[in-house]
């Protein structure tokens, strides 16, 4: 039986850190600017508030301005607009972030779009969206879960994936459609499917990279894939695990990650894949926003 490489998105984000944290540091002694991050998290959603706490503690770590603001779930639509209207106009912050979900009577659309595009690190500005829908990946802020997991795609194929067939598990605007124009991007044949789509199995089983975001609890099984695929599991799902006899609330991917380690060429672990690198990738924004801000390259 063959066992697929656990791609260690842990270990690479940590690289990315240290090259992060360096370039940080360059940044405040030439120019006298510290990349800022300000998160913005609305209500008291328990997952949010795990992934803002990360966000957080990971640009401290990187020499960042960090900043959150809290706020209550009930908050009016006009005073949240109002405070991104001020972090758009504050000098210190260079990359601004929303954390979604939104309470139900806040409209998502209009408040994504009420960033700056210059410092929607999120990459979710109908700008941003345009830029790298129109192959503009350079000069666009791409959302980081996606470029995360381009990341560790190039790492197991290289960066150009011409004759390679890529499925995308999901049609969200977070990951499934940018996924899906980074990987066109690289020249890969791209495959978008979702919750209607007629036989998956048999359209994922043709794939020689698969990426799962769909939130379906280890719904991509090994007779769904290629011998020797790459697949990226974006999945985070909380779900009940017996360990030794004991029950207890964990996290599971998508993917069903014993079963399709028995037939792929390489899978990402959950946790310890997907989630470091899409952190790691919001720093690398930020650090662009402030380099382009001082005038420097991105
Ligand atoms: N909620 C889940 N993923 C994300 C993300 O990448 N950005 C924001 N703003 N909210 C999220």
């Given at each position: 039986m063959t066992v697929a490489k656990r791609i260690d998105g842990k270990a690479k984000a940590a690289e990315l850190a240290e090259s992060i944290t360096k370039q940080s540091a360059?940044?405040?002694a030439e120019h006298g600017i510290k990349p800022g991050l300000a998160v913005v998290i609305i209500g008291?959603?328990?997952?949010s508030q795990v992934y803002v706490r990360n966000k957080k503690r990971t640009a401290e770590a990187c020499g960042f301005h960090s900043v959150q603001h809290t706020i209550a779930a009930d908050t009016s639509q006009s005073d949240v607009l109002q405070l991104i209207n001020d972090l758009n106009n504050d000098d210190a912050i260079h990359g601004i972030l929303v954390?979604?979900?939104l309470p139900a009577h806040l409209d998502e659309?209009?408040?994504?779009?009420?960033?700056?595009p210059s410092k929607d690190v999120?990459?979710?500005?109908?700008?941003?969206?345009?830029?790298?829908?129109?192959?503009l990946t350079a000069d666009a802020f791409v959302p980081?879960?996606?470029?995360?997991?381009?990341?560790?795609?190039?790492?197991?194929?290289?960066?150009?994936?011409?004759?390679?067939?890529?499925v995308v598990i999901g049609r969200s605007n977070i990951v499934g459609k940018p996924m899906a124009s980074l990987l066109l991007q690289a020249n890969a044949t791209v495959t978008i499917t979702h919750s209607r789509t007629k036989d998956l199995p048999q359209v994922v089983a043709a794939a020689d990279i698969i990426v799962a975001a769909v939130g379906r609890p280890d719904m991509v099984k090994a007779d769904w894939v290629k011998p020797g695929a790459v697949v990226i599991d974006v999945g985070i799902n909380r779900v009940e695990k017996t360990v030794d006899g004991e029950t207890k609330m964990g996290l599971t991917g998508d993917v069903d990650y014993d079963d399709v380690c028995t037939v792929a060429g390489a899978?990402?672990?959950?946790?310890?894949?997907?989630?470091?690198?899409?952190?790691?990738?919001?720093m690398a924004n930020t650090l662009r926003s402030a380099r382009l801000n001082c005038g420097l390259k991105g």
């Open positions: 360059a940044l405040l008291e959603d328990p997952a954390q979604l979900p659309q209009v408040i994504t779009q009420a960033i700056k999120d990459g979710f500005h109908f700008i941003n969206i345009g830029k790298l829908t129109a192959g980081c879960t996606p470029a995360g997991c381009m990341l560790m795609i190039e790492d197991e194929m290289g960066s150009d994936l011409s004759g390679k067939n890529a899978v990402t672990p959950v946790p310890g894949g997907v989630g470091p690198m899409t952190i790691i990738l919001l």
